[in-house]
């Protein structure tokens, strides 16, 4: 069959981009390709989930094999050679480890916690802000009542007191994540819902007899995504850098989990003796992974925002 | 006015309360502190005469109850590690934390504002781009991390300043200060920095969003007209204006720095409330702990029901909506 071809074929002397149709998407990504930070701060942050999901094949070496890590490496300057010849191009911690290993398996964990309690409070948050715009009254001054208390409080703090009841681990810290961010996802989608609840759909929806649940998951929730998309992505940054600081200060992870943040609170010991590069790399890593998401996220508000549309 | 006031203090006396429970009700699930007093060589007689010393033998509720009686008569329990009142301890570290608290505040201002100012007056000099980038980074960069560097550029590296510890302190009203010797303002700088780089961020676009707005305003206009020079217009004129929305946000940020500075303290070793917590967490220290969460959540709790109150009286919409509600 090669109708396709010989109908596009008249119109071949066109040039491509105007064959091609203005589909929501198109226009999107056109939009937030503009900014060229943005641009590359989206390539930046594909690099580097693409390295934490595939780790186990990227990294030079394995970090947690103990079979292979060797105490006479340990403390190893950037760029030395090991007993068998590899190269650690960024050095080695105090165990010995190859940093670069150790890098990517951290990053693995870092993210991966920061975007699992992400979502699962995203989930949460945006649940409880719909159901607040949409039943509104009681139910709607009760829900926003604790988010307002719980938001006096900075995070750090509310994050230190739960791990200081439920102890460490992995998911301890994500539980405490998960409280500590419900609570903004919970008034972005209500302060959004609340302007979409009066609109004529949602009138007609209620008209046709549909159930709450359908009305609130397939017609108000979708209306309500962009700024959560938003929030979404500015709150992962920072669950990211508030589980490198809890780690860092021994409440966080358990030492069998090293992320970024217990890199460096590793490197931390040798610090004093001029053995920067064990804290320094990973905080370089931390930081563009940090840095990276904010733009991306920045770069959506300016996209999703319609009031600065041009 | 009076019933909004009412309304506020009952809620915060139930998120005392709440919080007292759920403090003390998770503290208690969480490892054995017995385990870490007692030797191991230890007899079960000698185990049971130090659970009974420290009240562990009685059931949650009645331990909980014993602990409300006597927290609201200040006494939160002995440390076990230190053995005296968990209360004394912390209210003997609060100077410490207060001290490095003021210093961040003050250091926000004094270095966030003249940045702001210039950023709004010439948006488009690259002075005033390389500060707003500045200002993205310190919102960005990890509190801790950063200190790390500091120790190592500064301490490590340079040799200027010291990395750990307060330094000499002096006391003044009773109170052991540390930035009245040279010693101890060296100690001082690097934390007060480190704790002080977000505010600066904060201070910086608060002040340049601040000045860009106001510099069009027809009293700017009208003073520069009457022949006033440049310094005197930004000192007096503008200066006053951007002044209030900066010191509302930080009054509301000092609440964040006393938590924050658990970061700051803990990176340079700084003898402060924070640096208390972490380690008894670290210790299983549960009576300091508790004295320590449940006197953050009261100053977090009075924080914000001034601010509230404050609120309240300057714009009435806020009092009317809430008697409504």
Redesign the interface.
Known sequence: MNTVAEHVAPVAGLPEAEIKVETPFRRFAAAFLDSKVATVALVVLGILIFMAVFASLISPTNPYDLAKVSIMDSKMPPGSASLDGMTFWLGTDGAGRDLVSAMIYGLRISLGVGVMSGIVAMAIGASVGLIAAYFGGRTE?FIM?IVD?QL???S??VA??L?????KGVDKIIIALIIVQWAYYARTVRGSALVERNKEYIEAATCLAIGHKRILFRHLLPNCLPPLIVVGTIQT?HAI?LE??LS????GLPVSEPSL?LL?SN??DY??S?K?WI??FP?VA??VT??SI?LVGDQLRDVLNPRLER | MTVFIIRRLMQSVLVVFVMSFLVFGGVNLVGDPVEMMVSDEADQEERERVIKSMGLDKPWYVQYGLFVTNAVQGDLGKSFVYGEQALGIIVHRMPATFELALAALLMAVVIGIPLGVFAGLRPEARTSKVIMTGSILGFSLPTFWVGLMFIMIFAVMLGWLPSTGRGETVPLMGISVSFLTMDGLAHLLLPAVNLALFKISLVIRLARAGTREIVHQDYIKFARAKGLTTQRVIMVHLMKNIMIPVVTVLGLEFGGLIAFSVVTETVFAWPGMGKLIIDSIQGLDRPVIVAYLMIIVMVFVVINLLVDVLYSILDPRVRLQDVKG
Request: proline residues 3%; hydrophobic residues 60%; positive net charge.
């Open positions: 001054n009542r208390i006096s409080f900075p750090i703090l230190l007191i791990l200081a009841v439920l102890g940054a850098s490198a600081t860092f200060l021994g409440v943040g460096i490197g931390f610090m004093l001029g920067y804290s320094f905080g931390l930081l940090i840095v904010n």
